[in-house]
Nanobody, 121 residues
């Protein structure tokens, strides 16, 4: 019913930049918070940044000042601009969205398939 499709991952040198995108499609009535998470190898998924439907944001401390989350509500899309990338930023990044599909239903969490960000010289 709902799909989140990510794009924009890839290989970048330390200090470089990438922009991740995540587009939601399908049966969508409302999208509330959207966010980006990362999952380093062998570790649990962690919040990177989150943005509410009215644009309020919060970031994990290590990315503050380097990453910027934004969204285009008309396109059901969330972005993550990643600047000054470090080796420790390397991970699979997952998009998340809290989506209401029917007016009588509660919202549910949906996840993208993940996109690999590799930081290497």
């Amino acid at each position: 019913q709902v799909q989140l499709v990510e794009s924009g991952g890839g290989l970048v040198q330390p200090g470089g930049s990438l922009r991740l995108s995540c587009a939601a499609s399908g049966r969508i009535l409302s999208i509330y918070a959207m966010g980006w998470y990362l999952q380093p190898p062998g570790k649990q998924r962690e919040l990177v940044a989150r943005i509410t439907s009215d644009g309020q944001t919060n970031y994990e401390d290590s990315v503050k000042g380097r990453f910027t989350i934004s969204r285009d509500n008309a396109k059901n899309t969330v972005y993550l601009q990643m600047n000054s990338l470090k080796l420790e930023d390397m991970a699979v990044y997952y998009c998340n969205a809290d989506i209401k599909t029917y007016y009588w239903a509660t919202s549910n969490d949906y996840w993208g398939q993940g996109t690999q960000v590799t930081v290497s010289s």
